[in-house]
């Protein structure tokens, strides 16, 4: 949800209330003329699911809480709770998250930070077309270019790496702070290996910060895509080290780094473990048998 960064590391139609009798596609209808499974879905759609009686909207980030405020109270109190219910479901259940931002996005299509939130559950809940199509929204709504490295991953997660490379390159990248420019270039990296070009996506994540010190998420970040990187290209030895060194930058375990040098490590004991066992298993040769020193 806005103000909770999703990328760890780590992508808005504005539906017609139900109420309303008339339909964007021209005409106007009396809602009788309505298809009663069409209004059935778009009721379901705009009530959301249940929200607990516990959230009271008061847990909304402040900047999401003053982008609402061009909304009447009630509204913008309904909105709040929608989005703090998906924020609580995310992780756990984003199917239901994502309801719950649809929800919000009929009562307050305009505002970007619902898009965003849209786009967010949308993404967690797999349906990349939709929150390509959120996030989209949002960047024609405020046309901030936060939105790039997001739109990008989408475009990959659709199967398009050459649209994600487009967007890699839209001059409104330097726009971006440091986490964004980073977050871009791991983008930019797995559309590279997504065409199978495992030098340059490489070369893309081979920038300064990849040496810095810090324990920063984008760090970590990048590194462990990095170390991803190289285990795909085979270096399997460099790619420990790397992933060693996301491990180090990540005390909070916003990335599986931890689990990554546990396997490749585990791995190597079984190999070292089955040479061992190979060589004792290997006949021995009469030749190399000690000579007896024994007197005849």
Avoid at 3 to 15: A, I, V, W
Wanted: hydrophobic share 40%.
């Amino acid at each position: 949800m806005p103000g909770r960064k999703r990328s760890d590391d780590s992508s808005r139609r504005s539906p017609v209330p139900p109420e309303r009798d008339k339909q964007i596609t021209g005409g106007v209808h009396r809602r009788s003329e309505r298809p009663e499974t069409t209004r059935t879905t778009a009721q379901a759609e705009y009530d959301g699911p249940p929200l607990d009686s516990d959230i009271t909207g008061a847990e909304i980030a402040g900047e999401v809480k003053s982008s609402l405020r061009s909304l009447p109270e009630k509204l913008a109190l309904r909105v709040a709770r929608h989005l703090v219910a998906a924020g609580r479901l995310l992780d756990t259940d984003p199917e239901t998250a994502y309801r719950h931002t649809l929800a919000a996005r009929a009562r307050a299509g305009r505002i970007a930070l619902v898009r965003e939130a849209c786009g967010e559950s949308a993404y967690a809940a797999d349906h990349f077309k939709e929150a390509l199509a959120e996030f989209q929204a949002a960047r024609r709504i405020n046309g901030s270019p936060l939105y790039l490295p997001l739109l990008a991953d989408c475009e990959r997660a659709l199967g398009r790496p050459e649209r994600a490379l487009a967007l890699a390159q839209d001059p409104a990248v330097q726009q971006l702070d440091a986490a964004g420019r980073i977050e871009m270039r791991i983008v930019e990296s797995g559309a590279r290996r997504d065409l199978g070009d495992l030098r340059s996506a490489l070369r893309a994540l081979d920038l300064p910060a990849l040496h810095q010190r810090g324990t920063t998420a984008g760090i970590a970040r990048l590194r462990y895509a990095y170390a991803d990187t190289l285990l795909a290209a085979g270096q399997d030895d460099a790619a420990l080290e790397w992933f060693h060194r996301a491990a180090g930058a990540d005390p909070e375990g916003g990335t599986d780094a931890a689990d990554r040098i546990a396997e490749l490590e585990g791995l190597h004991m079984v190999d070292l473990l089955e040479d061992a066992a190979s060589a004792s298993a290997m006949p021995v040769d009469a030749t190399d048998e000690p000579q007896s020193t024994a007197p005849s």
